[in-house]
T-cell receptor, first 110, second 113 residues
Framework: GQSLEQPSEVTAVEGAIVQINCTYQ??????LSWYQQHDGGAPTFLSY????GLEETGRFSSFLSRSDSYGYLLLQELQMKDSASYFC???????????FGSGTRLSIRP | DGGITQSPKYLFRKEGQNVTLSCEQN?????MYWYRQDPGQGLRLIYY???????QKGDIAEGYSVSREKKESFPLTVTSAQKNPTAFYLC????????????FGSGTQLSVL
């Protein structure tokens, strides 16, 4: 089977840096993705890691360690609009089957 | 503009009734997916399809059915066998290459009367 674990809630201060971790267990592995979802909205793609290392896209970075079955999303210079839920997702045993974690709700304080 | 359209935005089901959620995409994507999201929860995979006339069960397929007769359409039927259908349903698609990036529709909120 496949499973992903991430913290349910994280709180941070505006302008700070926050890291959201994700550990996964899959029978196969093709890559780890991150999505952002605001309340009542649809998830939007943030980043993808197919290989070990860090991927940077503006204020957001994502890291993957395949040997540790672990990844994280790093958000820098936090803004109030970053308050949302963040999901990690893996492409596992079937190249087209994408499974999501339960999500991390990020709350940002002024 | 290209995108994924889900309809209706809100849907109500009576006991014992089947209802169908529509999902249409004009992105020319090969793969399409249906996810269910309960309040405060993650997305759980119901069904997915890699090509026309082919689809596979996800983790919670019981009580649901799909068809993929056209590349751009992937409707989901919530049958009367699904005893707890109230949820937010999300349709998504991805290219054959770069399957890691899913594009989502705006969702359908299904409630039971």
């Amino acid at each position: 089977g496949q499973s992903l674990e991430q913290p349910s809630e994280v709180t941070a201060v505006e302008g700070a840096i926050v890291q959201i971790n994700c550990t996964y267990q899959t029978s196969g592995f093709y890559g780890l993705s991150w999505y952002q979802q605001h309340d009542g909205g649809a998830p939007t793609f943030l980043s993808y890691n197919g290989l070990d290392g860090l991927e940077e896209t503006g204020r957001f970075s994502s890291f993957l360690s395949r040997s540790d079955s672990y990844g994280y999303l790093l958000l820098q210079e936090l803004q109030m609009k970053d308050s949302a839920s963040y999901f990690c997702a893996v492409r596992g045993s079937s190249a087209s089957k994408i499974i999501f974690g339960s999500g991390t709700r990020l709350s940002i304080r002024p | 503009d290209g995108g994924i359209t889900q309809s209706p935005k809100y849907l109500f089901r009576k006991e014992g009734q089947n209802v169908t959620l529509s999902c249409e995409q004009n992105l020319n994507h090969d793969a399409m997916y249906w996810y269910r999201q309960d309040p405060g929860q993650g997305l759980r995979l119901i069904y997915y399809s890699q090509i026309v006339n082919d689809f596979q069960k996800g983790d919670i397929a019981e009580g649901y059915s799909v068809s993929r007769e056209k590349k751009e359409s992937f409707p989901l039927t919530v049958t009367s066998a699904q005893k707890n259908p109230t949820a937010f349903y999300l349709c998504a698609s991805s290219m054959d290459r770069g399957r890691e990036k899913l594009f989502f529709g705006s969702g359908t909120q299904l409630s039971v009367l």
